[in-house]
């Protein structure tokens, strides 16, 4: 059974960065489309703000460069880079993998198809 980790999270001011880590148990994520989303404290919705799979990389437009999704040197880890962080980009971050996406998937940023979840790293942005 897949079981994805979350670390990377913390309190930084506003203008810093945060690499956050999404660790597989299995040794590769190749054969998955991972995303990350994100819970913001006063909110229940989950907001998808990237995905990767073998089409390439999507962002939401609220996010769309100062974040970077990549798969790590080894492919059981998936990175999401942020820069420039502003105080709305405070909540949990939470990665989720798809088995197998079909080829050419290009992945949704909703919650609905992912099959597997990590418990999330809290991310706190201060002015």
């Known amino acids: 059974q897949l079981q994805l980790v979350e670390s990377g999270g913390g309190l930084v001011q506003a203008g810093g960065s945060l690499r956050l880590s999404c660790v597989a148990s299995?040794?590769?994520?190749?054969?998955?489309?991972v995303g990350w989303f994100r819970q913001a404290p006063a909110e229940k919705a989950y907001e998808g703000v990237s995905?990767?799979?073998?089409?390439?990389?999507y962002y939401a437009d609220s996010v769309e460069g100062r974040f970077t999704i990549s798969r790590g040197n080894t492919k059981n880890t998936v990175y999401l880079d942020i820069s420039d962080l502003r105080p709305e980009d405070s909540a949990k971050y939470y990665c989720a993998a798809l088995i197998r996406p079909r080829v050419g998937y290009v992945c949704y940023l909703g919650v609905a198809p992912y099959d597997y979840w990590g418990r999330g790293t809290e991310v706190t942005v201060s002015s």
């Open positions: 995905c990767i799979s073998d089409s390439g990389e």
């Open positions: 299995e040794f590769t994520l190749d054969n998955y489309a």
